[in-house]
């Protein structure tokens, strides 16, 4: 017997399928499988560690049978979770997508690209976004985008932040087509100045 659609916490048996819908999501929305040799640094960087480190800021979207097919996910407090990522989850993860040691390759891999975001996860501290502590993730399988599951997450999520005290959210995105629904759900620009080209970083108020 299955049941609708719905939106529930995070459960530990959830975690192969976040994984596997950052794999199928994280080339701006679109599988990075065709394109990265080792697609596992994407859930290593953006996913498994939010789920190790803060669980009860993890949601997912259950198919009604079980299945996790969308999922939201983030920390409350950025620096916080930088140094948590830092010394608690990059130990279990750094052999497995080691840095590349030497001068860079020529030409340049897409995993070469990635794989060093994993060992700075300095990266996620910045100035602009400070008053913005909060960060999140969110990612949708594409039979299930665009059916307001997307908005469902973020509601579920921004509620959790604001039980919490945290005023404000940001995100990073590089995806241009998801833009309107982050419009929609009032986000704005956030302006940074040193972003990487392509990079746009998104921030509203929680209890707006």
């Not at 199928?24 to 996913?47: E, K």
């Not at 030497?102 to 995993?111: A, E, H």
Request: proline share 11%; charged share 25%.
């Amino acid at each position: 017997m299955t049941s609708a659609p719905a939106i529930r916490r995070y459960r530990p048996a959830d975690r192969d399928a976040l994984d596997d819908i950052c794999v199928r999501t994280a080339r701006a929305g679109q599988d990075s499988r065709p394109v990265y040799a080792d697609p596992s640094i994407f859930p290593a960087i953006f996913a498994a560690p939010y789920v190790h480190l803060e669980p009860e800021l993890a949601f997912v979207l259950d198919d009604g049978r079980g299945q996790a097919v969308g999922y939201i996910l983030g920390t409350a407090d950025t620096p916080r979770f930088v140094e948590d990522f830092r010394l608690k989850w990059l130990p279990l993860v750094a052999n497995r997508h080691p840095e590349p040691s030497g001068p860079p390759s020529s030409p340049r891999t897409p995993d070469d690209e990635i794989v060093p975001l994993l060992h700075h996860p300095e990266r996620m501290l910045v100035p602009e976004v400070a008053a913005y502590p909060a960060h999140l993730h969110i990612d949708l399988l594409p039979d299930w985008q665009g059916r307001g599951h997307g908005r469902a997450l973020m509601r579920t999520f921004l509620d959790a932040l604001r039980a919490r005290g945290v005023p404000a959210v940001h995100l990073v995105t590089g995806n241009t087509a998801a833009r309107a629904f982050y419009d929609r759900l009032g986000f704005h620009e956030i302006d940074v100045p040193d972003a990487d080209p392509g990079v746009t970083y998104l921030g509203r108020a929680t209890d707006s």
